[in-house]
């Protein structure tokens, strides 16, 4: 599967960004997606993920009550809708594709396929 990660750009803080992974091929439900970002000088990080088996959501400490991830497989398109922006949410956003298995969502290990990232730039 190939992924297409967009919607990145540069807003102020509080506002809203939505950022969307479309996936290539037939497979992409049966595959769980992910979003990782990496800020300068950091290591990439987890921030949400859904799974491909009843779309159950997860989300990270940092962005939980303010980020939403969901899936339309009919597009074979995931969204993170962000809200409430902060600037230390400027980072490169990732989104990966695998089957991990529960306690394994959060590891990027886990995840087979990546998109190139899109850049989200939050001023203060």
């Known amino acids: 599967v190939q992924l297409q990660a967009s919607g990145g750009g540069l807003v102020q803080a509080g506002d809203s960004l939505r950022l969307s992974c479309a996936a290539s091929?037939?497979?992409?439900?049966?595959?769980?997606i992910a979003w990782f970002r990496q800020s300068p000088g950091k290591e990439r990080e987890f921030v949400s993920v859904?799974?491909?088996?009843?779309?159950?959501?997860y989300y990270s400490d940092s962005v939980k009550g303010r980020f939403t991830i969901s899936r339309d497989n009919a597009k074979n398109t995931v969204y993170l809708q962000m809200s409430s922006l902060k600037p230390e949410d400027t980072a490169v956003y990732y989104c990966?594709?695998?089957?991990?298995?529960?306690?394994?969502?959060?590891?990027?290990?886990?995840?087979?396929?990546w998109g190139q990232g899109t850049l989200v730039t939050v001023s203060s």
């Open positions: 990966a594709a695998g089957t991990p298995i529960l306690s394994a969502l959060r590891f990027e290990k886990m995840y087979n396929y």
């Open positions: 091929g037939p497979t992409f439900s049966s595959y769980t």
């Open positions: 859904i799974r491909s088996t009843g779309g159950r959501t």
